[in-house]
């Protein structure tokens, strides 16, 4: 081996140089195949921000890019405006609250059409006209677990004082929900409604800014009755 590469040695010592002044074609193309046979040294690495690469990825902090639960409040304004409030009981698979505080009741004579799934607050100008199917109630401020605000009826008594099992539960089972969260149960074998509590802590809940004589305004925009020629008086004293 060693005697080979001498000879090969020799032999590139001993061969001509290239002047570059010959008339051959091909003599000008080595100089072109030498450089391509160069490598070229790679590039350097792009260094990251923090200046060693991956070292961003990991101070990565999770826990600072979280958002809060009540991000579309406060951090990026938004309000939730309530177009419509429901008036009725809650469901009897749904825990709710009551508003506690007597300002926060508005005691009233409604008009309950089922068939609709609609009440209407009557004022006192046709009171009389349709007495025989109207209620006196307390309206309360109630709200579910996922902050649905609605106003439930509670009847009020008779003018003997007294009101019937159904309706006498169900302002005791009202009366509990001030304090926790219950669910309103209706037990047809007693012919009353029972409370259910919950059996683990759930957090108060966050009641809307709005002030009772708001809330009532959605909930009976358009389920006022104060005039005798009003649609619904008219039908139930078969006028139309």
């Known amino acids: 081996m060693e005697n ?9 010592a001993n061969s001509p140089v290239s002047t570059g002044s010959s008339d051959d074609p091909t003599a000008e193309s080595t100089p072109d195949k030498a450089r391509s046979n160069v490598m070229t040294p790679p590039e350097p690495k792009a260094e990251t921000a923090a200046g060693q690469p991956g070292e961003l990825l ?32 809650p469901a009897k698979t749904e825990f709710f609250r009551v508003r506690s505080g007597a300002e926060w009741q508005f005691p009233a004579s409604v008009l309950e059409l089922k068939e609709e799934r609609e009440t209407y607050v009557i004022g006192p100008r046709v009171r009389d006209c349709i007495a ?51 669910r309103c149960v209706a037990n047809l074998r007693a012919g009353s409604y029972d409370a259910w509590a919950a059996e683990s802590k759930i957090p108060d809940p966050e009641w809307p800014d709005l002030s009772l004589n708001e809330i009532l305004k959605i909930a009976f925009r358009d389920r006022i009755v104060d005039s005798p020629d009003h649609p619904v008086i008219s039908a139930i004293r078969g006028r139309c």
């Open 4 to 12: 080979k590469i001498d000879h090969a040695s020799d032999s590139v």
């Open 58 to 89: 990991s101070n990565f902090d999770l826990k600072g890019l979280r958002l809060p639960q009540d991000f579309a409040s406060e951090e990026f304004g938004a309000k939730r405006l309530l177009t419509r409030i429901p008036v009725g009981k």
């Open 132 to 182: 025989e199917v109207t209620r006196a109630v307390v309206l309360h401020v109630a709200i579910d677990r996922h902050e649905n605000l609605y106003v439930l009826p509670v009847p009020l008594p008779g003018h003997d004082g007294r009101r019937n099992p159904w309706h006498e539960s169900l302002a005791l089972v009202v009366s509990k929900a001030e304090k926790s969260w219950i």
